[in-house]
């Protein structure tokens, strides 16, 4: 698994302004089952029945006792608000690398950057919500990493968040709800996972 240093920006990796207005429409790039983009769509559409496959990412950090950052995601979040999930996950936008996105909004909704961040693969799923009627039909590229400083969570994004152990997670995820896609996410990043922890951290 390589591991890059997770600075914001990587040699190669070319910057991707935002969009510049909040009228502006969120786009995400649409891909076909290999992965390659093959156009773009906006962001409530594109997860509108039955979804459009689009590209995303997850992150999975931990901190050096082999804990996983958890979040529970904020009640304003027009998909899947209030649930528990991974530390952070998105969309790149039309161009962006999945690495240099993930990086961003590690920072933007957590305002940690990681000390290492990893690529852990690609999955692909089909997972409707049911709260909110939408759809997750996703590529999604996989990271893990380490972090080293206390999460300062933005409160629009984050309601709150945990470090927790594979026990504590199998208790929470029993008696709270969680993202559609989490056990999905972490499951195929599990391998990735296990090397960065070691067996001693129970993933």
Request: hydrophobic share 40%; charged share 20%.
């Amino acid at each position: 698994m390589p591991i890059t240093p997770a600075n914001g920006q990587t040699a190669g990796t070319a910057a991707v302004n935002p969009p510049g207005g909040s009228a502006e429409p969120i786009l995400l790039e649409l891909v076909d089952e290999d992965g390659t983009t093959i156009g773009t769509e906006e962001k409530l559409a594109a997860h509108q029945p039955p979804g459009l496959l689009h590209r995303a990412f997850s992150v999975f950090l931990f901190d050096d006792r082999g804990r996983l950052l958890i979040q529970r995601r904020a009640l304003g979040k027009y998909h899947s608000p209030g649930v528990w999930s991974n530390t952070c996950c998105g969309h790149p936008y039309p161009g962006e690398t999945p690495f240099a996105a993930a990086a961003r909004r590690t920072a933007e909704e957590l305002g940690v950057a990681p000390a290492l961040l990893g690529e852990a693969g690609t999955v692909r799923y089909n997972h409707p919500d049911p709260e909110s009627g939408l759809v997750e039909q996703e590529y999604n590229h996989l990271f893990v990493g380490l972090v080293q400083a206390a999460p300062e969570p933005d409160p629009e994004e984050v309601g709150e968040v945990a470090f927790v152990t594979p026990r504590e997670l199998a208790e929470r995820h029993e008696q709270a709800p969680f993202s559609a896609w989490f056990m999905t996410v972490l499951d195929a990043a599990r391998p990735a996972v296990r090397e960065l922890t070691g067996p001693a951290a129970g993933w």
